[in-house]
């Protein structure tokens, strides 16, 4: 029988493995920047937790985004989060990447109908010389 999933509002603050899901970012990593100084992190009852405000303020949520915490039915369902959401940003990525090739095709077709052009003037011009 799976378990069930339920949805927990935050208002205030977060531990630090909820904020991880909701950022789609690792525990770790959130404890590096706390390490770093760049993320301000408290203690509640022995639990690191982190304000929405301050993930809002370092820019790792919208300020308008709405603040959710799924509690996982699965020891694999935040790390599978993680990953599906680092599968949509390399699927971004490619669309840039796929985007900025046909550019340069273009590119390369113009420059090689310029080159042709001017190997046909320069037959031109010796052929009348």
């Known amino acids: 029988m799976a378990a069930k999933r339920r949805c927990m509002?935050?208002?205030r603050s977060l531990t630090l493995a909820d904020?991880?899901?909701v950022c789609g970012t690792t525990k770790k990593a959130l404890e590096r920047r706390a390490e770093r100084g760049t993320l301000t992190v408290g203690r509640r009852g022995g639990v690191r937790v982190v304000e929405v405000a301050e993930l809002i303020r370092v820019g790792?949520?919208?300020?308008d985004a709405q603040v959710s915490v799924p509690?996982?039915?699965g020891p694999m369902d935040r790390p599978l989060a993680?990953?599906?959401r680092?599968?949509?940003e390399a699927d971004e990525d490619m669309a840039d990447l796929r985007a900025a090739l046909a550019s340069t095709?273009?590119?390369l077709r113009r420059s090689r109908d310029e080159a042709r052009m001017l190997r046909n003037r320069l037959a031109t011009v010796t052929a009348a010389a």
Do not use: G, Y
């Not at 790792?60 to 300020?63: E, N, R, T």
């Open 9 to 11: 509002t935050t208002p």
């Open 19 to 21: 904020a991880a899901a």
């Open 60 to 63: 790792l949520i919208a300020p």
């Open 71 to 73: 509690r996982a039915s």
């Open 82 to 84: 993680v990953l599906a």
């Open 86 to 88: 680092r599968v949509a």
């Open 105 to 107: 095709e273009a590119a």
